[in-house]
């Protein structure tokens, strides 16, 4: 039985809620790991119990994503936001153009960094929508040669999310994916990279994942230093310097949580439930609440909505507070609200918030 402790209704959008159970064992082993009489922050990350943890965690996230073999997986420092940066250091060359498909703020920073290696264009833009939709993939536009097509996969500040992805034939597809990997099943092969800032599905803060398809080596620019070389992490499998060993141990337990959950497909049928249970608050409310996104376009992973007046809104995310809801503003460039749902949030909270919505309504309108 789990030792009953005081949790928070945790909706922050990352770094964010992770799962009880895994804190827990966290908790357990913090000093005395598997007997070795030392905590894992505190072993060689060259040691043989290390490489067993890195390992672990490299192997089941292939196993839990359904990653092709022969794809690398990486783990490595800077954030997402690095990425931003590396993915156009290597694979951005002088005679060719990136196009970004622009669904947010997130895709507007890494469409800002592309600039500053090379030349970029918008394959597609809802941004006169405010970002409230998913282009269609006949909106996109990008021409055989283009050097790679991005995405962002889930939108944290918009709260949009794609549902498929379109197949870019030899036009190698790369996503942002930091809010919304694991949350459901992937088709990993459609994809030539994937990359994913570990502390909203996956993990605490400081580990980045990269996954990595490998004929885009070839294509990497050799001139670049050695950190920022995707080959340089793959060669050592991302040990060429020391990694964040206590992230990649709580993303391997992270990992092995999501498959006593059951795998993407079960996460994936739960955070629908989770969702819809705050998304039918929404709709059901007579225009009390409004959603920002359209809902073709609605994310599973980060729910947003207005009320009718700042200070309605204000008054909102007061009493949630007092009733022990976190982090339920909407982000500083948006304003509203927004509750994050990622993987580890469990059923009942969402419960609780949606309670909380319909009475705050009854209360109020
Ligand atoms: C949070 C987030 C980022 C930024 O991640 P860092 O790890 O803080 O650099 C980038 N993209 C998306 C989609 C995000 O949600």
Redesign the pocket.
């Known amino acids: 039985m789990l030792k009953q402790v005081h949790r928070a209704y945790n909706f922050n959008?990352?770094p964010s809620a992770l799962p009880l159970p895994v804190l827990q064992k966290a908790q357990e082993e913090l000093v005395d790991f598997r007997g070795s009489g030392m905590s894992v922050m505190e072993l060689s990350h060259r040691s043989a119990l290390y490489e067993e943890v890195h390992n672990e965690a490299i192997s089941l996230l292939k196993e839990l994503y359904g990653i092709p073999e022969e794809y690398h997986v990486l783990f490595l420092q800077?954030?997402?936001?690095?990425?931003?940066s590396m993915v156009p250091m290597n694979f951005l060359p002088a005679d060719k153009k990136a196009g970004y498909v622009m669904t947010?703020a997130?895709a507007e920073?890494?469409l800002a960094e592309a600039k500053l290696i090379g030349e970029v264009f918008e394959a597609a833009s809802t941004k006169e929508e405010a970002y409230r939709r998913i282009p269609q993939f006949d909106e996109l536009k990008y021409e055989a040669g283009t050097a790679y097509l991005h995405l962002?996969?889930?939108?944290?500040?918009y709260g949009t999310q794609w549902t498929d992805f379109p197949d870019t034939g030899d036009v190698p597809l790369i996503a942002?994916?930091?809010?919304d990997i694991l949350c459901k099943p992937v088709d990993v092969s459609k994809f030539a990279l994937i990359y994913?800032?570990?502390?909203?599905n996956l993990g605490p803060?400081g580990v980045?994942v990269v996954i990595l398809r490998p004929d885009m080596l070839e294509r990497a620019s050799k001139n670049l230093p050695t950190m920022l070389r995707y080959a340089t992490h793959v060669k050592n499998n991302s040990l060429y310097n020391t990694p964040p060993t206590f992230g990649i141990y709580m993303l391997g337990e992270v990992l092995k949580w999501v498959k006593t959950m059951g795998g993407t497909r079960e996460l994936e049928r739960l955070n629908r439930e989770k969702a819809n249970l705050i998304y039918d608050a929404i709709d059901n409310s007579n225009g009390f609440y409004r959603g920002h996104a359209e809902p073709g376009s609605r994310s599973l992973m980060n729910i947003t909505f207005r009320l009718q007046s700042e200070e309605l809104e204000k008054k909102f995310l007061a009493d949630a507070k007092k009733e022990g809801f976190v982090g339920l503003n909407g982000h500083r460039s948006v304003g509203g609200c927004r509750a994050s749902a990622y993987n580890a949030v469990p059923r009942e909270a969402c419960q609780a918030l949606r309670d909380f919505m319909i009475r705050f309504q009854t209360e109020n309108a």
């Open positions: 959008a990352g800077g954030g997402a936001s690095l990425q931003f947010g997130w920073k890494a962002t996969s889930n939108n944290t500040i942002d994916m930091s809010s994913a800032g570990a502390q909203k803060s980045t």
